[in-house]
């Protein structure tokens, strides 16, 4: 429950700042590593760093072809090290993206119009943890 409600207050601060500034700080995203540290520590075992770095290579690659900013990818990577399931991963990424090209649907914008990504990482990320 813990982890739960610190990566949904991070996620809050991350859907402000990308909203308002089109970025996640590097410090934001610092400082929510740290705090996660006891928690990660808990979890950690062969299976668990095999995982995160399966996860942190598919968030990595998908950064690398534009899927995506480098504030989003932090974020992921952060939500992986405190929920370490590749498919809850993939699960965002999928549900977050489906929301992106509604979005693009809806408000019929050209492909250069920039939608902040954290929104639909944090509404993918409530709707299957929490629900």
């Known amino acids: 429950m813990m982890r739960i409600i610190l990566i949904s207050l991070f996620l809050v601060l ?5 909203l308002r ?12 590593f740290v705090i996660s540290v006891p928690f ?9 760093v095999i995982t995160v770095g399966l996860i942190f290579l598919i968030i990595f690659f998908a950064f690398k072809k534009g899927c995506f900013g480098g504030g989003d990818a932090k974020s992921l ?3 992986s090290l405190l929920f370490p399931d590749p498919v809850l991963i993939i699960w965002i990424m999928f ?10 649907l ?3 914008v050209g492909r250069d119009t920039q939608i902040p990504f954290m929104i639909p990482i944090s509404v993918s990320f409530w709707v299957l943890v929490c629900c």
Do not use: E, W
């Not at 549900?95 to 693009?104: E, K």
């Open 77 to 79: 990577i952060l939500i």
């Open 21 to 32: 500034y089109r970025r996640v700080s590097n410090r934001s995203c610092f400082l929510m």
């Open 95 to 104: 549900i977050s993206s489906v929301i992106v090209i509604v979005l693009f």
């Open 14 to 18: 991350a859907c402000y700042t990308d």
């Open 40 to 48: 990660i520590v808990q979890l950690i075992s062969v299976r668990y």
């Open 106 to 108: 809806l408000k019929r």
